[in-house]
């Protein structure tokens, strides 16, 4: 079975622009989360999408959004990049949503870099 | 404040020589404690979820206990390739209000 994807692993962007990042998660997995992870912070929850839907949000700015669409892949996007925005970005993928157990698959990650 | 603690942030040790990673933990409602293992450059890598105090899992040379206060992660007799970041996450509230709170992990390096 094929483990979670990202796209791009890498990216350089400009401060001011903005980024889209893409997941696919585990054929099957309905549940989508994505992570901000840096060295000081660590893991950083963003956000978490089931079903097309939003089901949980972490405490980030409106510049950080998501969606998810009916295949159960998602994407990110961060629009007016930051300087502190410079981080992995990490996607995760879980069976469902609102189970006891959090199990989750993690992607590879994005590595976002912002001069 | 629901916070997770983990300790020591790293850790050396020689092959063989066995150790204990700690994750405490002050949370409200807790749903379950989970540790993950991430090599660089990649994601975190599922290991356990424990649910209540007593609670032990094994996989290898990895056991996870759990009190009502804290996890250990002890390794016995560890490899080289057991080198890695030991990740703590604590999961408080249900549902909606559910989230899932992460300590900034211990950094093990075992020298062959």
């Known amino acids: 079975k094929a483990g979670v994807t990202q796209t791009p692993r890498y990216l350089i962007k400009t401060r001011g622009q903005q980024v889209t990042l893409s997941c696919s998660p585990i054929s099957g997995h309905r549940s989508v989360s994505w992570y901000q992870q840096t060295p000081g912070q660590g893991l950083q929850f963003l956000f978490e999408?089931?079903?097309?839907?939003?089901?949980n949000k972490g405490n980030f700015p409106g510049r950080f959004s998501g969606r998810q669409f009916s295949n159960s892949r998602s994407e990110m996007n961060v629009s007016t990049l930051e300087l502190g925005d410079s981080a992995l970005y990490l996607c995760a993928s879980s069976l469902a949503w609102g189970l006891l157990s959090y199990e989750q698959y993690f992607g590879p990650g994005t590595r976002l870099t912002v001069t | 404040e629901d916070q997770v603690t983990q300790s020591p942030e790293a850790l050396r040790l020689q092959e063989g020589e066995s150790s204990s990673l700690n994750c405490s933990y002050t949370?409200?409602?807790?749903?379950?404690l989970f540790w993950y293992r991430q090599d660089p450059g990649k994601g975190p890598e599922f290991l356990f979820t424990l649910y209540s105090a007593g609670e032990e899992k094994e996989k290898e040379r990895l056991k996870a206990t759990l009190t009502k206060k804290e996890s250990f992660l002890h390794i016995t007799a560890p490899k080289p390739e057991d080198s890695a970041t030991y990740l703590c996450a604590v999961q408080a509230g249900a549902g909606n209000n559910r989230k899932l709170i992460w300590g900034l992990g211990t950094s093990l390096a075992v020298n062959p």
């Open positions: 949370v409200s409602g807790l749903r379950g």
């Open positions: 999408y089931f079903s097309e839907t939003q089901r």
